[in-house]
C-alpha cells in the first residue's frame, strides 16, 4: 500500500511538471499556416490584457502567450498554428535567447496601440494594402479623415497610417492620364469642397495643414506608417511650406517661379535634395522615387531586410521580423527611394542593391517614429487602377504584409532604458 501511495504521487509530479503553461506562436516558414492572423491573436491578447512577449529572431519572431483556453480556442478558429510549451520548456527557450552569444531578445507587449487609418470615404481609385491587412488578421481600426485630423483627432490614438493620399494638393499627379475619367473629376471637386468647408483657399493650404497636424502628432510621440505616394508626398508638401508648387489645373493659378530653390529640407523627415517633377503631365512628384530609374526584371526583383542587433537595437529588429530575409519587390506610384535622397539619420531597413534603392525605411522625430515602406500591394506586383484588392486568404504567409504588421504591433512593446 505505501509503495502505491509513493507511485501516485510521483505520478501527480510528473504531470505537475509537464503542465501546459505557455502557448508559442511560432513564426518560421515550416510551421506557422498564417502568419498575418497570428498577429491578429497576438493583437487580441494584448487587448484582453494577458501577457505576450515578441521572442525577436527566434523561428522568425515568435510570440509567447499564456495558455488559457480562450486563447487555444481563437488560435484554432482563425486557423493559427500554436505550440503548447511546459514551464520547463519555455524555459529553456527564454534562456536560449537571453544567451549574449544569440542575437535574440524576449520583448514584452503590454498595450494594445489605438489605431487610427487616414483614408477618404470611397478610396477612389485605390484600394489599401494596409486597411486590407488589418481587416483580414482582424486588428481594430477606426478610419479617420481631414475635419478629425484638423479638430485634433489624432490625440485620441497611438499609431496611425497614411492611405494613398497626396499631401500636395496635385490630386496624385493623375492629370496626364485620367483628367477626363469620372472617378478624379469627382475627387478633385470633392477635395475642392472640402478645402472650402474647412476654410482654405486652396486644397494645397488644406493639405499641409492636414501635414503638420500628423507631423505635430508624430512630434508629441506618435507612431506614423506610410506607404506608395503617401510617403514622399508628405514629405515635400512639408519642405514646400509657404510655397505654391502647384500649376494653374490644380490651383487655379500659376506656381511661384524657381519654387525649387526655396524648399526648405529640414522641415521634411525623411528626404533631402530632391527635385520635384514640374511636368503636370508626369505620374510623378519629384526624383526621390525610383519606378521610372529601375531596370530590374520581375523574377529578380527582391529587396533585403538588414540585420539589426536583438539586444541593442530592438526598435528596427521588430521592424524586420520575417520568415525571410529576402521579400519580392512590388510596384507602386512610390517604388523605392535613391539612397542619394535619404537622410543620414535615417534607417535603412530593406534595400535592393542591384539598383542602390531604398525599399523599407524607419527614423525618429521628436518623441515619434514614422516608418515609409514603397510600393502598392506586397501581393500584387503592378497594382493598376481600377485591379481588384488581394485575397489575403491567398497569401496568408506573405513576409511583403508581415512588414506593415510588424509596424502596427510595435508600438505595444514594453519600454526599455537605453543601454550604455
Known sequence: MALRKIVVVFLLLISFSVKASFILLPMDPETQQNHLKAYGITYWCIDKKYKASWLLNYRGGSFLLPDVPEIRKECQIRGVSFEILTDSQTNSILEEIASPSQNMETVILEKAPRVAVYTPKGKKPWDDAVTLVLTYAEIPFTPIYDEDVLSDGLLLYDWL??????????????????????????????????????????????????????????????????????????????????????????????????????????????????????????????????????????????????????????????????????????????????????????????????????????????????????????????????????????????PGYRLILNNVLFPAAKKKKQKT
Open 161 to 398: 497610417h497614411l492611405h494613398h493620399e497626396d499631401f500636395t494638393g496635385q490630386y496624385g499627379k493623375f492629370f496626364g492620364s485620367y483628367r477626363n475619367a469620372p472617378w478624379y473629376i469627382e475627387q478633385k471637386k470633392e477635395a475642392e469642397t472640402l478645402a472650402t468647408k474647412l476654410g482654405y483657399n486652396k486644397v494645397s493650404d488644406e493639405k499641409l495643414a492636414v501635414a503638420q497636424k500628423i507631423r505635430d502628432f508624430v512630434i508629441g510621440g506618435g507612431f506614423m506608417f506610410a506607404m506608395c505616394s503617401a510617403t514622399d508626398s508628405f514629405d515635400i508638401a512639408l519642405a514646400a511650406e509657404g510655397i505654391d508648387i502647384c500649376e494653374a489645373m490644380f490651383d487655379g493659378d500659376a506656381s511661384d517661379s524657381n519654387y525649387q530653390s526655396k524648399i526648405d529640407f529640414t522641415k521634411s523627415f525623411a528626404f533631402k535634395n530632391f527635385t520635384l517633377e514640374r511636368k503636370t503631365e508626369r505620374y510623378e512628384f519629384s526624383d526621390i522615387d525610383m519606378t521610372e530609374k529601375r531596370q530590374i526584371p520581375l523574377d529578380k526583383d527582391y529587396f533585403t531586410l538588414m540585420e539589426f542587433s536583438a539586444k541593442w537595437d530592438p526598435i528596427p529588429t521588430m521592424l524586420c521580423q520575417n520568415h525571410t530575409q529576402l521579400v519580392k519587390g512590388f510596384m507602386g506610384q512610390t517604388t523605392s527611394y535613391d539612397r542619394e535622397f535619404v537622410k543620414s539619420n535615417v534607417l535603412v531597413l530593406g534595400e535592393c542593391l542591384l539598383n542602390n534603392e531604398a525599399r523599407y525605411i524607419h527614423g525618429q522625430k521628436g518623441k515619434g517614429m514614422f516608418t515609409f515602406y514603397g510600393g502598392h500591394d506586397p501581393e500584387d506586383y503592378q497594382h493598376r487602377v481600377g485591379d481588384s484588392p488581394t485575397v489575403l486568404d491567398l497569401h496568408p504567409n506573405s
